[in-house]
């Protein structure tokens, strides 16, 4: 059995990596302001932009959470498979004179460069973790919302996780 702790903190950890194009939001940073060394699993409790804790400054924000799994029998004698379907959840506050859309493009491509293959997964272009899951990648309908009216910018990723 795959230990999905160990899946889950890799994958926060691969995403926390992720660097920007250029500087985004009010504090002007290069990756989430929200990355707390302090706090491991910072990243992995899902608050919502409207959180008081959740300033400006502490934005670009990323969050990574899962609300369901699912396994597949797929017929007598052949492997369960077993997936997580991850939200990665990203804020971006966007002022007067920004575009959120520009935010939402940056750390979408962000994100998209932290999960892509490296090392001994680029002969396969797959995603394993270092050899912990079968396959990581962005699968789904990608929710995008460029704060035009609320000046909030919001970003939902699909990421799918094949465990073995």
């Known amino acids: 059995m795959t230990d999905r702790e160990l899946v889950s903190n890799r994958l926060v950890a691969l ?8 500087p985004l939001g009010a504090s002007q940073v290069t990756t989430w302001a929200n990355n707390d060394p ?3 699993s910072s990243q992995r409790r899902l608050k919502l932009f409207s959180d ?5 400054d502490q934005q670009p924000a990323m969050f990574l ?8 029998q797929q017929g007598r004698g ?3 498979r077993r997936s997580v ?8 506050r966007a002022e007067d004179g920004d575009v959120g859309d520009t935010f939402l493009n940056v750390m979408l491509a962000a994100i998209e460069i932290a999960l892509a293959p490296v090392g001994r997964d680029l002969p396969d272009n ?16 990608i929710f995008r919302d460029p704060g035009d009216i609320d000046k909030q910018a919001m970003l ?9």
């Open 85 to 92: 379907p991850y939200s990665v959840v990203c804020y971006c």
């Open 52 to 56: 008081p804790s959740l300033t400006a």
């Open 65 to 72: 959470v899962a609300h369901d799994e699912e396994d597949v």
């Open 15 to 22: 995403l926390q990596s992720a660097t920007f194009s250029r």
């Open 126 to 141: 797959t995603l394993t973790l270092g050899g912990l899951v079968y396959k990581v990648w962005i699968r789904g309908k």
């Open 38 to 40: 302090s706090v491991p």
């Open 78 to 80: 052949i492997p369960t």
């Open 156 to 164: 939902i990723v699909p990421v799918e996780v094949m465990l073995p």
